[in-house]
Structures are given as C-alpha cells and as structure tokens.
Nanobody
Framework: QVQLVESGGGLVQAGGSLRLSCVAS????????MAWFRQAPGKEREFVAT????????LYADSVKGRFTVSRDNAKNTVYLQMNSLKPEDTAVYYC?????????????????WGQGTQVTVSS
C-alpha cells in the first residue's frame, strides 16, 4: 500500500523559509514523478513543482520559480520542498503526490497517490 506522509508545515513570517518533507513508502518509485501541489481556501489545487524520482531536472510553477527547490533523498525515500522568500500568497495546504510515468505532470487529476497535506501559513 502506497503511503505519502508530509511534514514540515507551519507558521512563518513573510520572507522566511520552510522545508517540507514527504516520506514515500509501499513500493519502488523509480518510475514515478513526484510532485508538490497546494490548495488555498476557496481555490483549486495548483501545481507547485515536480521531479522524477530517478533524478534529472525539476519543473516549477512560475509563481515559485527561483524561490522553491524540490529534491529527494533516495536513502530516506523522502522528497523535499525547500521554500525560501515566502510570501503571504504562498499560504495553502501543501500536498505531496506521485504518479507512474512522466506525462501531463501539471494537472492534479493525473496523479495516482496523495499525502494528507501539511498547512503552510505565511504572515505579512
């Protein structure tokens, strides 16, 4: 059974940093794309960043490019989202997601597995 468990959310002031973690278990993820999405109250779930578990370049939403970095630690089966220069508009529940294959990575409906989410709140 696949499990994705996020942690690391919290309350931070604008300009601060947080690092989110997503521990993946239940199968081998070498053929998977791992992604972060977020959802603010009253808004649709939106793409943040994605990368192949096997490595290679990452893809970012324009709104976070240059501020967020996605990475993974194979030994810990963990994907990270380092978030710097946080803004109030980054406030949302952040979700880790995984899908088999590397197509159509920007749409949440194309992902097979989801974590429970972790709240990030950025105060002004």
């Amino acid at each position: 059974q696949v499990q994705l468990v996020e942690s690391g959310g919290g309350l931070v002031q604008a300009g601060g940093s947080l690092r989110l973690s997503c521990v993946a278990s239940g199968r081998t993820f070498s053929s998977h794309a791992m992604a972060w999405f977020r959802q603010a109250p009253g808004k649709e779930r939106e793409f943040v960043a994605t990368m192949r578990w096997s490595g290679g370049s990452a893809l970012y939403a324009d709104s976070v490019k240059g501020r967020f970095t996605v990475s993974r630690d194979n030994a810990k089966n963990t994907v990270y989202l380092q978030m710097n220069s946080l803004k109030p508009e980054d406030t949302a529940v952040y979700y880790c997601a995984a899908r088999v294959g590397f197509e159509r990575l920007l749409r949440p409906e194309n992902y097979h597995y989801w974590g429970q989410g972790t709240q990030v709140t950025v105060s002004s």
